[in-house]
């Protein structure tokens, strides 16, 4: 009886041992699977951060050509001013010029 007493108590350290053995290792691979799905979400959180360390500097630049070529605009908007304001001065003397040669000829066919 003593032997079985010894036997079964035997067989229940191997089989706690056992049971104990597949936790573990269930653990280990679920500690395996959760440490690469981290690095995965590492890795997309870092290229993530790339691309919207991109985006930014790509966004800046064209901020940047925004306001030059708002810039421009402005530049050519007041060089087209100053070329109309010229254009009607000298279409004014021109017709001054026209006026005064018209009124010279006028006088001299009265004559």
Do not use: P
């Amino acid at each position: 009886m003593k032997l079985l007493k010894s036997t079964l108590c035997i067989l229940s350290v191997l089989i706690v041992s056992f049971a104990h053995a597949e936790t573990i290792e269930l653990l280990q691979k679920n500690a395996s699977m959760t440490y690469e799905k981290m690095m995965e979400a590492k890795q997309a959180a870092e290229s993530s951060t790339k691309d919207v360390t991109f985006a930014e500097k790509k966004l800046a630049s064209a901020k940047q050509k925004m306001i030059e070529a708002e810039r421009e605009a402005e530049a050519a908007k007041r060089k087209s001013e100053q070329a109309r304001i010229a254009m009607e001065h000298a279409t004014n003397r021109w017709k001054q010029a026209s006026d005064a040669l018209a009124n010279e000829w006028g006088k001299s066919e009265v004559k």
